[in-house]
């Protein structure tokens, strides 16, 4: 019995375990499928701003496009260069206006701030120029702090005639100006953390050109890179986490009150599936013996599938006067004689066996196989004398003597409800005078 109870518990243990376990992968999934939904609107949202920042960038923000345009057309003509450069230093965002011819600066303008940068080497500037001179494309920097103190992006455009690199136009605007256009801020007001970097084409350092406020940590965050021809990332993630927090909260919340109701719903139908165990038990056994009764005894060998293969050997014994001793002597001498018959019928059949109470003062015994006769003689007297009840409460006595019977199956009949209640009834009509005579092996 606490074997089957403790394979009982510890199979209850095992599914409540894979019923948490299964709850925490269905948590987990919906985890990782809010998380992969949220992470493509941010992808989504990157591509549109990737889009929106190089048009930016490469459009009219830098103001080179025009300058470079005339000077392509004839580039021995440059006395209209200061006015353009005049023009544009009006407005308030153009820090400077600076022209290269070859590796040479040529004009530097305002000339107040930038002029002692005229006659240098291309070398002596930053790298920015000598690599828009060797890819021959647009170059955008920034921000870095001009000669003149001012934090500006530095828009770099190569002037190529008839195919050749003649020179380059570079157009320097404030950083606050160009980072305002590029409406970083519509991120954060969309529910975004942001940082947009640049890897420095000098030294390859990480150049932090706009962050969000606060300081965050994006190595998790969502990633977009561009060349401008250096290498542009912009990072984005949700300010309130890829899952945030209430949401986890209620996913947790949710996968445990399943995990809850299925172990509750396993308990109950595992109590349930035990109580009903114990109903049949109970029907099939004997409460005052813990024997079975007649219908257990029966049920229980019909379950073998006996046969011709498989004979028993059926010991039927009687108490003589068990009921009026009974009755006579209480109810705890009663009680006190039934507890020990199981044991007493242990001790004294040998062999494979199961003992059943099939009567008020009436039990049978199934030894599995063909027991000889002499032995059979034996096994039925062990069996008389250990039934025998022998009782004293106060001043009354009682002695009552036990009877036996025999039968094999399916010698003497292959139906074996029929087998034990003709031998039952063979007890019952035999009643010797003396103790022990008329012991039957019924044929």
């Known amino acids: 019995m606490r074997r089957s109870a403790w394979r009982g518990g510890f199979g209850f243990a095992l599914l409540s ?12 999934a919906v985890y990782n ?4 939904i949220r992470r493509a609107d ?4 990157l591509a549109s701003f990737q889009q929106t920042i190089e048009l930016k960038l490469k459009g009219g923000l830098g103001e080179t496009g025009d300058l470079v345009a005339a000077l392509e057309v004839d580039p021995s003509d440059e006395a209209w260069l200061p006015a353009a450069a005049d023009a544009l230093l009006a407005r308030d965002e153009v820090v400077g206006v600076l022209y290269v011819v070859d ?15 005229v006659g240098r080497d291309l070398s002596q500037f930053t790298y920015v120029f000598t690599l828009a001179k060797y890819t021959d494309g647009f170059v955008v920097e920034g921000p870095v702090t001009l000669e003149n103190g001012v934090e500006s992006f530095v828009f770099v455009e190569p002037v190529d005639v008839d195919g050749a690199y003649h020179g380059e136009v570079a157009v320097a605007l404030k ?7 590029l409406d970083l801020s519509l991120l954060e007001q969309g529910g975004y953390l942001y940082e947009l970097w640049a890897v420095s084409p000098q030294d390859g350092r990480k150049d932090v050109i706009a962050v969000s406020d606060g300081g965050h940590d994006f190595s998790h965050a969502a990633k977009a890179t561009f060349g401008m ?14 899952v945030p927090g209430l949401w986890t909260a209620a996913i947790v919340a949710v996968a445990t009150a399943i995990s809850l109701l299925l172990v509750g719903l396993m308990f109950l139908g595992e109590r349930t599936r035990r109580m009903e165990r114990c109903v049949e038990r109970a029907k099939r056994t004997d409460q005052e013996t813990g024997m079975y009764n007649f219908d257990g005894f029966v049920e229980m060998l019909e379950k073998e599938r006996l046969g011709p293969d498989s004979p028993l050997t059926l010991i039927c014994a009687t108490v003589d006067d068990f009921e009026e001793t009974s009755i006579a002597m209480g109810r705890d001498a009663r009680q006190e004689y039934l507890g020990k018959v199981l044991g007493e019928i242990d001790a ?27 032995v059979l003689v034996d096994t039925m007297r062990s069996l008389e004398l250990a039934l025998m009840w022998k009782v004293r409460a106060g001043d009354r006595k009682a002695f009552c003597r036990a009877r036996s019977a025999a039968v094999y199956y399916p010698e003497d009949g292959d139906d074996l409800v029929a087998l034990l209640e003709r031998t039952i009834k063979l007890l019952d009509r035999d009643k010797p005078e003396g103790f022990g005579s008329n012991r039957r092996r019924r044929k």
Do not use: H
């Open 17 to 28: 375990l894979a019923a948490v376990a299964l709850c925490a992968a269905l948590g987990m």
């Open 175 to 181: 950083a606050d100006f160009v980072i305002e256009q």
């Open 229 to 242: 021809p250096s290498e542009w990332t912009l990072s984005v993630m949700p300010a309130d986490g890829w």
């Open 103 to 117: 590796d040479t600066m040529r004009y530097a303008f305002p000339e107040s701030d930038f002029g002692n940068m």
């Open 33 to 36: 499928e809010v998380k992969d």
């Open 348 to 374: 004294a059949v040998r062999g494979n066996q199961v003992g059943a109470r099939v009567g008020c003062g009436t039990f049978a015994v199934a030894i599995r196989g063909r027991v000889g006769k002499q």
């Open 42 to 45: 941010a992808d989504n949202l």
